[in-house]
Structure formats: structure tokens, C-alpha cells
């Protein structure tokens, strides 16, 4: 079975907790403050009695329990699509609730395989309800491993990663950390260009914004991994006239962005870990 993983919102000052220097380019970065403004009434779902892919109806989010950690949100996958290995996973926005877009995609994640929806590991100042996440990569990996074994998946590697606004900067620096894990990304309304150098080990990006989010900063990032190499597209969202929204047509959209990085993704650059160890590139 396969999955997608998706990521959200970060301020430009937390680059420099992964030692990169945030580009000079003259582009609007979201500070922590504002991110923190952007709070959106949590959707509440009951949990299923039995496991989640045997018990839910194929495009509903359901809630799944994850051991030792906040619960994630998973929608099944419809059977019988090829091209990816890995599992999707999906991250959401600073201080928002991962339904909020869940709900917008569902259909495209059921399309593509699925997905798993993690919330952020620290509590929100404006709401404490609400999460956002943290700059240690290394526990967002691990909390992603949780999550996938909670919800049944087999597999942990040649991940796809969704992530919105301040989880599109994690999902850059999941790419960044872990090479050969983290291969095909989704990036949504990201609050940064994204970084050739953080995505060597990418197989496909496709990043997306829409009317209320700064847009220029996710086609100049799709054209700087292209010219490094890195087969990238850039796709508008329709609708919404503020960041932290998503129309309900947003569905067509994430789906024409899974279709590119399925139909254009390169072979991959490093091993997995099984075969040769983290990070190691293909000779």
C-alpha cells in the first residue's frame, strides 16, 4: 500500500537551526507570529473501532492512535495505482489542525494511495489545542515512523511528503537530512524558496500557491531546482484569499501535483538504508 506524507508551516528565522543561511531574494518570509495568528477551529472525528484501512470508507479521514504520541490522521488508499514504493506522509500548517487540509484533498490522497496526517509537536501560544512544529528533524522523522507503523504501512522508504506552509520547510529539511528516505515532495504555500542544495536527493518536487500566499517564493523555487537538475514544476492553487486556506477544489490541484512527481520522477540518487546505509549515493 501506498501513502503520502505532508508537511507545514515555518518562520524564516528557524533556518538557522539547520545551519543554512535563509536566501537573500527580497521575498516575504512569515514570522513565527504570524503563523501563530493563523488559528483554525479543530474538526473533530471519532476513531474507528477496528484498524483503520479495514474499517474506513475510502476518501474519509479517520483518527488513528499512535503510542506515546499525539494521534495522526489517515485516509485509505484505493487499490490497484503503481508507481510509488514508498508510503505518502503529510504534515500540516503552523498552527492549524491537519483536517483543515485533509478535508480539501481527500479524494486525490485516496486516488494516489493515501495518507497520513501528523500534528506538530509543540502547542501553539495563541492555542494550545493547535500545534506546530519544532526544528528537530530527527523526532519528526521518528514521530513519522510511528505513525506509519501505527497505521499499518510496510514501508518506510522512497516517501512521498506533502507539506503546507511551515510543513514544506520541514519536509525541506527532511530532504535535506534524510536523502534517501524523503525523495518526492509536495510543497504548498511554503513561507521560503526552496533550496537546490537541501533537495539533491529528490526524485521530483512540485511546489503550489495560491491568491492569498506569497507565490513568487514556490515558482522561483521551482526554477532553481530545475536548473539544478532536479525535475521540478510549479502549479497554482485555485481559490482562497488567505494563507492557511484551501478552496474545496484544491483536490484537483494536489492531484495534477502527485501525477508530475509520479510521471517525472528521476531514478533515485542515494540507497536506502536496507542496502547500503543512510544517504549513500548510487554509483
Known amino acids: 500500500m501506498r501513502w503520502v506524507v505532508a508537511a507545514g508551516i515555518v518562520g524564516a528565522a528557524a533556518l538557522w537551526a539547520e545551519g543554512l543561511r535563509p536566501q537573500a531574494s527580497g521575498l516575504r518570509h512569515?514570522?513565527?507570529?504570524?503563523?501563530?495568528?493563523?488559528?483554525?477551529?479543530?474538526?473533530?472525528l471519532e476513531r474507528p473501532d477496528e484498524g483503520a484501512f479495514a474499517a474506513a470508507r475510502d476518501e474519509d479521514a479517520h483518527e488513528v492512535a499512535v503510542a506515546g504520541d499525539l494521534a495522526v490522521y489517515v485516509v485509505r488508499g484505493r487499490a490497484g495505482r503503481a508507481g510509488r514504493a514508498g508510503p505518502i506522509v503529510f504534515l500540516t500548517g503552523s498552527c492549524t489542525h491537519p483536517l483543515?487540509?485533509?478535508n480539501a484533498f481527500r479524494h486525490a490522497a485516496a486516488?494516489?494511495?493515501?495518507?497520513?496526517?501528523?500534528?506538530?509537536?509543540?502547542?501553539?501560544?495563541?492555542?494550545?489545542?493547535?500545534?506546530?512544529?519544532?526544528?528537530?528533524?530527527?523526532?519528526?522523522?521518528a514521530r513519522i515512523d510511528a505513525a506509519l507503523e501505527a497505521a499499518g504501512a510496510t514501508s518506510k522508504e522512497d516517501l512521498t511528503v506533502i507539506g503546507y506552509s511551515q510543513g514544506a520547510e520541514r519536509a525541506e529539511w527532511l530532504a535535506r537530512r534524510y536523502p534517501a528516505k524523503y525523495t518526492r515532495f509536495v510543497l504548498m504555500a511554503g513561507p521560503v524558496i526552496p533550496?537546490?542544495?537541501?533537495?539533491?536527493?529528490?526524485?521530483?518536487v512540485a511546489t503550489l500557491a495560491g491568491y492569498g500566499d506569497v507565490r513568487?517564493?514556490?515558482?522561483?523555487?521551482?526554477?532553481?531546482?530545475?536548473r539544478a537538475s532536479i525535475p521540478a514544476t510549479y502549479l497554482e492553487l485555485p481559490g482562497g484569499t488567505?494563507?492557511?486556506?484551501?478552496?474545496?477544489?484544491?483536490d484537483a490541484s494536489v492531484g495534477r501535483a502527485l501525477d508530475w512527481i509520479d510521471a517525472n520522477a528521476r531514478a533515485l540518487a542515494f540507497r536506502t538504508e536496507s542496502q547500503s546505509g543512510a544517504g549513500r549515493r548510487l554509483e
Open 30 to 44: 512569515l514570522s513565527d507570529a504570524e503563523a501563530d495568528a493563523k488559528v483554525v477551529a479543530i474538526a473533530r
Open 100 to 102: 483543515t487540509y485533509v
Open 111 to 141: 486516488e494516489h494511495g493515501g495518507l497520513i496526517a501528523l500534528q506538530g509537536d509543540l502547542p501553539c501560544k495563541a492555542d494550545p489545542t493547535l500545534r506546530r512544529w519544532s526544528p528537530d528533524t530527527v523526532a519528526t522523522s
Open 195 to 204: 533550496a537546490p542544495a537541501r533537495f539533491s536527493g529528490a526524485r521530483a
Open 216 to 226: 513568487e517564493n514556490m515558482a522561483a523555487g521551482a526554477k532553481r531546482l530545475r
Open 242 to 250: 488567505h494563507h492557511g486556506e484551501l478552496a474545496p477544489d484544491a
